[in-house]
């Protein structure tokens, strides 16, 4: 038997990109989410520019085995209660879990690629810096 | 192989978080199996210094029509 959560209070400001606040108890938790983060110097904005086809978004990542050696476990709960009085928590994001109450399987997958484009002009300025 | 686990009062005042955030967890409470993977890429050739390709190609397309 699973042990009962009490939280009194809990204030998070931001839960965004595939992400979740579960309050109560569950048995599967699967998240996937992939990000491709484009900082430029210009203000250029196209969706179809980059298609997701990098190599970051196909790789298989390996995920810590489970172990399904059997073990024998016992657990008593001398006191089936974890209190805490407040959480707080300013933001959940990419494929992440805020979790009060128990849970039995959790699996969540982020990929995130980030691309940094720049003038021309600022190189020619980092060039004349290095040769001096 | 045999385990005994005794979970004795566990009683917290506050916790204060920044930011939880690329595939991970905050439990508060019991689990049997947790797999989280983050994969993350900003390699040097990421860092692209130039020219805008496409957006010298949609000028391209604007004086075809």
Do not use: W
Not at chain 1, 91 to 120: F, M, P
Not at chain 2, 48 to 53: A, D, V
């Amino acid at each position: 038997m699973s042990r009962l959560s009490v939280v009194h209070l809990l204030k998070a400001n931001a839960v965004s990109f595939s992400s979740v606040v579960q309050v109560g108890d569950s048995q599967h938790i699967r998240l996937s989410g992939r990000a491709l983060a484009v900082q430029r110097q210009f203000e250029y904005v196209d969706s179809n520019e980059f298609p997701l086809a990098f190599p970051i978004f196909t790789k298989l990542i390996p995920l810590p085995p489970v172990d399904h050696e059997h073990v024998c476990r016992y657990t008593l709960h001398d006191c089936p209660l974890i209190a805490v009085h407040s959480i707080r928590i300013i933001g959940v994001s990419s494929t992440s879990v805020v979790h009060i109450g128990s849970t039995k399987n959790v699996e969540a997958e982020s990929r995130v690629k980030h691309i940094r484009q720049l003038t021309e002009r600022r190189e020619r300025h980092a060039r004349s810096r290095r040769s001096d | 192989m045999n385990m005994t686990v005794v979970n004795h009062h566990l009683s917290v005042g506050h916790i204060a978080i920044g930011g939880v955030a690329s595939a991970s967890l905050v439990l508060i409470g019991d689990s049997e199996t947790i797999q989280l993977a983050s994969a993350f890429d900003t390699p040097p050739e990421s860092l692209i210094i130039g020219p805008f390709p496409q957006k010298q190609n949609n000028k391209k397309n604007e004086e075809k029509r």
